[in-house]
């Protein structure tokens, strides 16, 4: 065999394993059959609506194309309240760990699967035209205007801003200019849009809209480490392609993903 034919043979085999390995999903997308047809119900903080949308839900569907993602948003607590009235979720990640350690008190939810995954941090922000020249959290108790802030009672990050106002003195100087939103998204959205002076969001929410700036970080002993668990649901009626989900999220590549907007992961 001349050495032409020998050229060419080998071009054919390389590209017969490549399409090989294509096939079989050594390239990144799986060919797993029996998960076909199956639509992971994804409850998820507000504060991931961005990170989950516009990346990682795709990332998933690409390498499972035979499976979907449909994401329910809202603040962590709503979730937790709409998880117990019924709402079929197979996974949920909350932004913070009072609201998951609720459901697996209630049986929701497998402890043994409870993965402590991110974290963030929370900052203080301004409408990115504002003039104002405060520099810390210590300083809202000394300025007019409205502070928009998660409500307490159901916001993750309203509650971090509870506690972090309340450790630094500040919080019943403010109490009255409080406005309190139904996510964290609607804080940063009242900032963006000038209805507020000023907001405590996280650091990944603020990252998502030029219409704010960040003013500070929350001193780190005001408040707890902000931590976001995620886990399967016990019931889930698509629990092949949750455990799926779950095992993608924990991949080196989507925690790239979380980390380019603003999150960490947790250690």
Not at 9 to 15: E, K
Not at 118 to 142: G, H, Q, R, Y
């Amino acid at each position: 065999m001349d050495t032409k034919k020998i050229i060419i043979a080998v071009v054919a085999i390389i590209v017969i394993i490549a399409a090989g390995l294509y096939v079989t999903g050594s390239l990144g997308t799986s060919t797993d059959s029996s998960l076909n047809g199956q639509d992971v119900q994804l409850a998820a903080a507000a504060s991931l609506k961005n990170v989950y949308d516009e990346k990682l839900i795709p990332m998933f569907e690409e390498k499972y194309p035979g499976v979907t993602v449909t994401p329910t948003y809202a603040s962590s607590g709503d979730l937790q309240k709409q998880i117990e009235n019924g709402l079929k979720a197979d996974v949920f990640m909350s932004a913070g760990n009072k609201q998951m350690d609720a459901l697996i008190n209630e049986s929701y939810v497998d402890n043994a699967s409870n993965v402590k995954f991110l974290e963030n941090k929370l900052v203080l922000i301004v409408p990115a035209d504002s003039d104002s020249n405060i520099t810390s959290f210590e300083e809202l108790k000394d300025v007019n205007g409205t502070i928009a802030i998660g409500d307490p009672e159901s916001v993750p990050a309203g509650q971090y801003a509870n506690e972090s106002l309340h450790n630094l003195g500040v919080w019943d100087s403010v109490e009255d200019q409080l406005s309190l939103a139904t996510d964290v998204t609607a804080v940063l959205n009242q900032v963006a849009q000038g209805s507020a002076d000023y907001g405590l969001v996280y650091t990944s929410d603020a990252q998502s809209n030029d219409d704010v700036k960040v003013v500070c970080e929350a001193p780190e002993d005001s408040l707890k480490t902000i931590v976001y668990p995620v886990a399967p649901l016990k019931d889930s009626e698509h629990a092949d392609a949750a455990d799926k989900f779950m095992e993608f999220l924990q991949t080196p590549e989507a925690q790239s993903v979380f980390e380019d907007y603003g999150f960490t992961i947790h250690e």
